[in-house]
Nanobody, 128 residues
Framework: QLQLVESGGGLVQPGGSLRLSCAAS????????IAWFRQAPGKEREGVSC????????NYADSGKGRFTISRDNAKNTVYLQMNSLKPEDAALYYC?????????????????????WGQGTQVTVSS
């Protein structure tokens, strides 16, 4: 069955970097848009970034523009989220999600309700 497994989270100091990975299995990976979402305690889940399956075009929430970079390796069925210059407000549980029909560059590309498949999440803590 379709499975998404996140890894790479951890504790990092403000200003530090982390690279999250989302490993996919059980489906035709290059047919799906993959997105990253995050949810901090007491807050709603919010979109971070997505990457298209068609042309590798990307979309970023304002919170991560200039600091985060999403990429995909279809040969490895993996999507990465490189996060630099991390801030305490970036701390959250980060999820990856997959959907076949969404247009990543559109207004709904970072809307969590659109995505059908989800991983279990990886925790990111930013603290000194």
């Amino acid at each position: 069955q379709l499975q998404l497994v996140e890894s790479g989270g951890g504790l990092v100091q403000p200003g530090g970097s982390l690279r999250l990975s989302c490993a996919a299995s059980g489906f035709t990976f290059d047919s799906y848009v993959i997105a990253w979402f995050r949810q901090a305690p007491g807050k709603e889940r919010e979109g971070v970034s997505c990457i298209s399956n068609r042309d590798d075009s990307t979309n970023y929430a304002d919170s991560g523009k200039g600091r985060f970079t999403i990429s995909r390796d279809n040969a490895k069925n993996t999507v990465y989220l490189q996060m630099n210059s991390l801030k305490p407000e970036d701390a959250a549980l980060y999820y990856c999600a997959a959907d076949r029909g969404v247009l990543c560059s559109s207004r709904v590309g970072l809307k969590s309700s659109i995505y059908d498949y989800w991983g279990q999440g990886t925790q990111v803590t930013v603290s000194s």
